[in-house]
């Protein structure tokens, strides 16, 4: 039996306050080069570059022309597309969103810079609950690996909801965390807060989220049930309700029916209930978003789970920080695979908690405190740079044989190919400890990610035209001329904001000939095909301005060997002979 004066590491973490690991003392120059190379990696990820590229992501596009109107109308409670009742989402992000278009205009930067923000919130957050936790280290490891995240990279730098959400909802969850753990019950009206301000972002799932994953928490420990159940939690939801109800009482009053439908009904319900875009459908779909986003980390992460699997089968008990992580992470990842609409990013609230537990696997295995139990870490830790070799030597082939890149792009592969051979050999030799921080695996990515913004963008923004067909009809538009676009697809929301006036989305062919046949001016953006259609039924139209690019918001536009690009092509009125 265990002697009981002598206390497990899961019991410290419990019952005794954890001071934050005191960094090794490191010279002055190398400590201004780590504090310098996490500046440039957050820089690059985050904030390099962040306004140049065009929108060409729908929903972004949708965001910001809805907070550029909320502007324009002077109308800031309801918000507002196409001059048209828009109930996606509540408001707390149109109000962020629209106040950075104030002060900087409304422009790409402006609009993404609210998610730049909160992604950085974000990994200061995590980088706060691993050192309160666990460890300075864990804390600094975990944040480091978020930020250098594909996920990460991507969300910061699109004008959606999903990092300035996450950032109030972890934050949240993590206040009132602490506020349980370490006997800290301040911290949970900060919590509270929190979650209401994610509430004002998406909606009600934030309380959700947060009720699932406490309920699997209370469920797996015994401590933590009871320790948990200390909170003040009825007068937390008061205090959540009190902030965020007026603002949907409001919308009700004011549009009735047409709110329940649009918000209630179609954003939430029917949206989570049935699969009303064809989207993906299958169970697994975010396990492997997951697996991709957690790159070169992910058999580490996996390690992770076998260990603590192990180690609650036989020892009846699991570490209480890590029961935390791991029933967020099936709160989320569990109720998106329960919907029949999925979309990669809607799991992204689980990358914190998987960072996290990254960072601790990385923190046991330098410590050998778990040598018995931590094989399944240890075995993770070796896959690391072997799949930094693997992302290298796929980028490397995709590069020279399918992509249509500039030679320099080929630095990109070889930093990853270069990074991972050398923590393989490393790995290899039977003595050698990992370093506190895995700096050669963060140069890869940040290598990678200032290789995607110097080549990958810009042969992108190339293949984008309908920012420029958008403005063209915005330059030779009077103000009787009507506009409308005509089955673009993804790309109807860019034409909107980049035309900047209101546009008619003509998606039947008996609505485009009734648009086409009327007398008076206008524009009307289609493809090429549906151009040709018109004029075979005989209507008076004729093009009078067009451009080839890509008709897919997608990579393989890179492709040497693309489908040939679409014509995209504005037609007015038949000019009446002389």
């Known amino acids: 039996m265990r002697n009981p004066a002598v206390k497990t590491r899961n019991e410290l973490i419990i019952a005794e306050p954890l001071s934050a690991a005191t960094p090794r003392s490191a010279g002055l120059p190398g400590t201004i080069v780590r504090i310098g190379g996490v500046a440039v990696l957050l820089f690059v990820v985050l904030f390099w570059r962040l306004g140049t590229p065009t929108f060409w992501d729908p929903d972004e596009a949708h965001y910001a022309e809805t907070s550029r109107e909320l502007i324009r109308t002077g109308d800031w409670v309801?918000?507002?597309?196409?001059?048209?009742?828009?109930?996606?989402?509540?408001?707390?992000?149109?109000?962020?969103?629209?106040?950075?278009?104030?002060?900087?205009?409304?422009?790409?930067?402006?609009?993404?810079?609210?998610?730049?923000?909160?992604?950085?919130?974000?990994?200061?957050?995590?980088?706060?609950?691993?050192?309160?936790?666990?460890?300075?280290?864990?804390?600094?490891?975990?944040?480091?690996?978020?930020?250098?995240?594909?996920?990460?990279?991507?969300?910061?730098?699109?004008?959606?909801?999903?990092?300035?959400?996450?950032?109030?909802?972890?934050?949240?969850?993590?206040?009132?965390?602490?506020?349980?753990v370490k006997d800290r019950p301040g911290l949970q009206w900060g919590g509270y807060v929190l979650i209401a301000l994610a509430v004002l972002t998406k909606g009600p799932l934030a309380v959700a989220l947060c009720g699932l994953t406490f309920g699997l928490a209370m469920l797996a420990s015994a401590e933590l049930r009871r320790r948990l159940l200390l909170l003040r939690v009825w007068s937390g939801l008061a205090i959540v309700l009190a902030i965020t109800a007026p603002w949907f009482v409001y919308m009700w009053?004011?549009?009735?029916?047409?709110?329940?439908?649009?918000?209630?009904?179609?954003?939430?319900?029917?949206?989570?209930?049935?699969?009303?875009?064809?989207?993906?459908?299958?169970?697994?779909?975010?396990?492997?978003?997951?697996?991709?986003?957690?790159?070169p980390w992910t058999g580490l992460v996996l390690g992770r789970l076998f260990d603590d699997v192990r180690g609650a089968i036989r020892n009846r008990r699991i570490d209480p920080v890590n029961a935390l992580l791991w029933c967020w992470t099936v709160a989320v990842v569990g109720f998106f695979s329960l919907s029949r609409f999925k979309l990669d990013h809607y799991v992204f609230p689980a990358a914190p908690a998987l960072s996290l537990l990254c960072a601790q696997a990385w923190a046991d295995i330098r410590e050998r405190t778990l040598h018995r139990m931590g094989v399944g870490a240890r075995l993770g830790f070796h896959t690391v740079g072997p799949m930094l070799v693997i992302i290298g030597a796929g980028g490397g082939y995709f590069m020279i044989a399918r992509l249509e890149l500039p030679a320099a792009a080929v630095i990109v592969p070889s930093a990853l190919l270069a990074a991972g051979a050398l923590i393989t050999a490393r790995a290899s030799l039977g003595n050698w400890q990992p370093p506190r921080v895995p700096w050669i695996a963060m140069a890869a990515c940040t290598v990678t990610y200032v290789g995607i913004i110097l080549w990958v963008m810009p042969a992108l923004?190339?293949?984008?035209?309908?920012?420029?067909?958008?403005?063209?009809?915005?330059?030779?538009?009077?103000?009787?001329?009507?506009?409308?676009?005509?089955?673009?697809?993804?790309?109807?929301?860019?034409?909107?904001?980049?035309?900047?006036?209101?546009?008619?989305?003509?998606?039947?062919?008996?609505?485009?000939?009734?648009?086409?046949?009327?007398?008076?001016?206008?524009?009307?953006?289609?493809?090429g095909p549906a151009y040709d259609e018109f004029m075979a039924k005989g209507l008076p139209i004729e093009i009078v301005y067009e451009r080839e690019g890509m008709w897919a918001t997608s990579g393989q536009a890179l492709w040497r060997r693309r489908i040939p690009p679409t014509r995209f092509v504005v037609v007015g009125r038949k000019a009446d002979p002389q």
């Open 78 to 180: 309801a918000p507002f597309y196409n001059e048209q009742p828009f109930f996606d989402k509540p408001m707390l992000f149109h109000w962020l969103q629209a106040a950075t278009m104030q002060l900087l205009g409304p422009t790409e930067l402006a609009a993404r810079l609210v998610p730049a923000c909160a992604a950085l919130a974000l990994i200061v957050i995590t980088a706060w609950l691993g050192t309160v936790l666990v460890s300075f280290d864990v804390g600094l490891v975990a944040a480091l690996v978020l930020a250098a995240s594909p996920s990460i990279f991507a969300l910061a730098r699109y004008a959606i909801l999903d990092t300035l959400f996450t950032a109030f909802l972890f934050g949240g969850a993590s206040l009132v965390t602490v506020a349980a």
């Open 253 to 295: 009053i004011r549009f009735r029916a047409d709110f329940v439908n649009g918000y209630v009904l179609d954003e939430n319900i029917r949206l989570f209930a049935a699969n009303r875009f064809n989207g993906r459908t299958d169970t697994w779909f975010y396990f492997r978003v997951l697996a991709a986003g957690l790159l």
């Open 461 to 527: 923004e190339d293949r984008k035209v309908v920012p420029d067909v958008a403005r063209w009809v915005a330059q030779h538009s009077a103000p009787e001329t009507r506009v409308a676009v005509y089955r673009l697809n993804r790309w109807t929301n860019v034409f909107r904001f980049y035309v900047d006036r209101h546009a008619n989305h003509l998606e039947t062919v008996a609505d485009a000939e009734t648009f086409l046949s009327k007398p008076d001016p206008f524009y009307c953006v289609m493809f």
